[in-house]
């Protein structure tokens, strides 16, 4: 009885193989014997050694060594990605609600204090706020100690490295509206608007940090093809966003009732923040 | 976004072991090459490649606490390495335009026919045409030699698509210079991109 020939495998994929060293027994007997009786193959198999050899001389590399590390190497406030270093001894402005304070004073603007009252009460205040300020901060310290400051633009490239891909996906206008109100206690909803795709949202932890708080929501959206970043949180944490500098990227700010919303585009308007309410 | 019920992730943090700065030190070392092809895929140029390793060693001492030595170390460096050359990739695209220059314009382009060049010149344009994880693939399979285990581990994709990555990238660098031995060349753009 005469041996079941072989199925002819694919061309490139028995090459590949040969090249591997995975062919053996009968198969690279067979393969040899195609070598000696196909000249195209006997070309591929040269040509795919020429590659290999320009390549491993073109590419050559020695073990890189360490480099040099100073001190200041390793306490850099901000690296290339932006991001706040989360022990720096100097970290990145807290969000103080300076909108609150900036309120209050102006309800008692009417009332003056006597001179000779003002350096006391202003001593009274400041240690006050001293003391705000250290509580406030020892309570955030100890409440996010892996909370790291990202930059927006940098936030937005990794996202788009990433594949703008979201990790929390709202189906319908109530469960989104739920998702928001559940963790920056206000509900808020997205118009339907044709142009506008509303993928889903960015999970901070995948990205090592966020453009204003740990609670910061992230929005990956679509505007006619284009990749948006809307930023959403409470104002009280709001860390009022500059302009980027160095890139083509722009950041539009919006505030609806008691929260914060940021645009970070390429476009020249802001798109996504005109379409954000709160649902009635 | 702060982690729900259905979102939640391990923290991995928590009871990770550490690496020290001299263990540190040797792992790199030891992955240098392979990071260098991550950076040199990205990147294209040798010496840029070489100094955005270091660079990223940089990067990685700084975030030294927050890496499991349980973890690959090559995932995680190959990973940093990846946003480091990204970020000079930006950097230096930011500075062309700047300068006024259009990509284009850059020598060694990858588009077009490149009737009388040598061959190590083709090759260099028919690597561009590949994307960069192929291109980082196929470095590490064939200048580095490695197990494809190995490519999947550094890459951080699964052994199948690092050898899909190999496979098609070494078959579309075939196709491109098959006319160095009489073979039927494919078209220039990009129409056989893995």
């Not at chain 1, 040099?68 to 990145?92: F, H, K, R, W």
């Not at chain 1, 932890?205 to 006619?224: N, Q």
């Not at chain 1, 944490?237 to 914060?260: A, Y």
Request: charged share 25%; with cysteine; net charge negative.
């Amino acid at each position: 009885m005469s041996p079941i020939p072989h199925e002819p495998q694919p061309f490139d994929e028995i090459l590949e193989r040969f090249i591997d060293g995975t062919l053996a027994g009968d198969e690279l007997a067979s393969f040899e014997r195609r070598l000696e009786n196909e000249p195209e193959l006997r070309a591929q198999l040269e040509l795919q050694s020429r590659i290999d050899e320009s390549l491993r001389r073109m590419c050559s590399i020695e073990p890189i060594p360490m480099p040099i590390i100073t001190p200041a190497d390793l306490v850099q406030p901000l690296d290339e990605d932006g991001l706040a270093e989360p022990n720096n001894p100097s970290p990145a402005p807290i969000p103080f609600p300076l909108s609150a304070m900036q309120d209050a004073g102006d309800q008692h603007q009417t009332r003056q204090p006597a001179p000779w009252r003002r350096w006391g009460i202003l001593a009274a205040a400041a240690a006050l706020l001293l003391t705000f300020a250290g509580l406030y901060r020892g309570y955030w310290d100890a409440r996010v100690p892996d909370f790291r400051l990202m930059e927006p633009v940098a936030m937005y490239d990794r996202l788009v490295r990433t594949g703008w891909v979201p990790a929390v996906v709202c189906r319908t206008e109530p469960e989104f509206a739920a998702l928001v109100k559940e963790k920056l206690g206000t509900a808020l909803v997205a118009t339907a608007t044709p142009g506008i795709e509303v993928l889903g949202w960015g999970y901070q932890d995948d990205y090592d940090g966020s453009p204003i708080s740990p609670g910061t929501m992230m929005l990956l959206t679509r505007v006619e093809g284009v990749d948006v970043l809307v930023l959403m949180d409470k104002t009280s944490r709001d860390r009022r966003l500059k302009p980027p500098t160095g890139s083509s990227l722009k950041i539009f700010r919006r505030e609806i009732g008691p929260l914060v919303t940021y645009e970070v585009t390429p476009l020249d308007q802001p798109k996504v923040l005109p379409t954000l309410r709160q649902p009635e | 976004m702060a982690p729900s019920a259905e979102t939640a992730r391990p923290h991995v943090h928590a009871h990770a072991s550490r690496l020290s700065d001299q263990e540190f030190a040797v792992h790199f070392e030891r992955a240098s090459r392979t990071l260098w092809c991550v950076a040199f895929a990205i990147l294209r140029d040798r010496e840029l490649s070489r100094d955005v390793v270091q660079e990223s060693a940089i990067v990685a001492m700084r975030k030294l606490g927050e890496f499991d030595a349980s973890t690959s170390f090559n995932a995680w460096m190959s990973q940093i390495v990846r946003y480091t050359a990204m970020n000079e990739v930006r950097r230096r695209s930011r500075r062309r335009e700047n300068a006024g220059l259009d990509a284009a314009e850059r020598p060694g382009s990858a588009h077009g026919h490149h009737v009388g060049l040598g061959f190590d010149q083709k090759l260099t344009a028919a690597l561009e045409t590949l994307d960069e994880t192929a291109r980082a693939c196929l470095l590490m399979k064939i200048v580095m030699g490695l197990e494809y285990r190995d490519i999947s581990d550094a890459m951080g994709i699964p052994e199948g698509t690092a050898m899909s990555h190999v496979f098609r990238a070494r078959k579309a660098l075939r196709e491109r210079l098959g006319d160095s031995f009489g073979l039927p060349v494919a078209p220039p753009a990009g129409g056989t991109r893995p």
